[in-house]
């Protein structure tokens, strides 16, 4: 069933360490050379070889996520700084001031805008009523 030296999309998702979905759109995009082969369940693609290219950037890429370093958080002080806090709180109701200032303003245009199409279409007839005059 399985031909030697080919790989099934798990086994080469765990090799290069991607995911399988990855490993199709490399099926797909011409990345990884491959056959479908059938079998009880339906077809399934198997990989014939791994190109040392993508090999060297699942290392790198391994290597990369290894050298991330956790930096632990520091301990919150027991005494909050009550002079930051109140700055803090300034700064935000200034900010929320402001952006409701401009949703007032936005708001307004929008009245305005919308005003003339509304009296056009209280003064708009249809055309049978100013053909024949009625109200």
């Given at each position: 069933?399985?031909?030697?030296?080919?790989?099934?999309?798990?086994?080469?998702?765990?090799?290069?360490?991607?995911?399988?979905?990855?490993i199709?759109?490399?099926?797909?995009?011409?990345?990884?050379?491959?056959?479908?082969?059938?079998?009880?369940?339906?077809?399934?693609?198997?990989?014939t070889?791994?190109?040392?290219?993508?090999?060297?950037?699942?290392?790198?890429?391994?290597?990369?996520?290894?050298?991330?370093?956790?930096v632990?958080?520091?301990?919150?002080?027991?005494?909050?700084?009550?002079?930051?806090?109140?700055?803090?709180?300034?700064?935000?109701?200034?900010?929320?001031?402001?952006?409701?200032?401009?949703?007032?303003?936005?708001?307004?245009?929008?009245?305005?805008?919308?005003?003339?199409?509304?009296?056009?279409?209280?003064?708009?007839?249809?055309?049978?009523?100013?053909?024949?005059?009625?109200?």
């Amino acid at each position: 069933m399985d031909k030697p030296g080919t790989y099934s999309i798990t086994e080469a998702a765990e090799l290069l360490k991607l995911s399988p979905k990855t490993i199709r759109r490399y099926i797909k995009a011409g990345k990884l050379p491959s056959t479908k082969v059938p079998t009880k369940f339906g077809d399934e693609y198997r990989i014939t070889e791994i190109p040392q290219a993508l090999k060297e950037e699942a290392d790198v890429q391994a290597e990369s996520q290894s050298k991330v370093e956790i930096v632990p958080v520091a301990q919150p002080s027991s005494t909050l700084d009550a002079q930051f806090l109140y700055q803090e709180n300034m700064r935000l109701m200034a900010q929320l001031g402001a952006a409701t200032e401009r949703l007032r303003q936005m708001e307004d245009k929008l009245k305005l805008l919308e005003a003339p199409k509304e009296e056009a279409a209280a003064v708009h007839r249809p055309w049978w009523k100013r053909l024949f005059g009625r109200a």
